[in-house]
Nanobody
Framework: VQLVESGGGLVQPGGSLRLSCAAS????????MSWVRQAPGKGLEWVSD????????YYADSVKGRFTISRDNAKNTLYLQMNSLKPEDTALYYC???????????WGQGTQVTVSS
């Protein structure tokens, strides 16, 4: 199993970024997927989940209405569109697979998002 995130960077408050996560080594279309973040000096924070088809999505209150999770099962890729970014969104963003036991069993290496003027 391999998960590789990309798309992070430095953005001004109010800006947008789109993160991608390329998946390989498993049948991507059979699994729920997550985005999880870790801000500097803080613990892991769940951001969003999507079901295997991308039809049902779930968000933390802190990002609801600003972030959109999606997936392209033909491309084995997970996305996170982030709009109206705030300095408190600064974090290392990970994509993770959701196991059949409903925990994140595989993680990518993360992509850094920094929101600052």
């Amino acid at each position: 199993v391999q998960l590789v995130e990309s798309g992070g960077g430095l953005v001004q408050p109010g800006g947008s970024l789109r993160l991608s996560c390329a998946a390989s080594g498993f049948t991507f279309s059979r699994y729920y997927m997550s985005w999880v973040r870790q801000a500097p000096g803080k613990g892991l924070e769940w951001v969003s989940d999507t079901d295997s088809a991308g039809l049902s999505t779930y968000y933390a209150d802190s990002v609801k209405g600003r972030f959109t999770i999606s997936r392209d099962n033909a491309k084995n890729t997970l996305y996170l569109q982030m709009n109206s970014l705030k300095p408190e969104d600064t974090a290392l963003y990970y994509c993770a697979r959701v196991s059949s036991s409903d925990y994140n069993d595989y993680w990518g290496q993360g992509t850094q998002v920094t929101v600052s003027s």
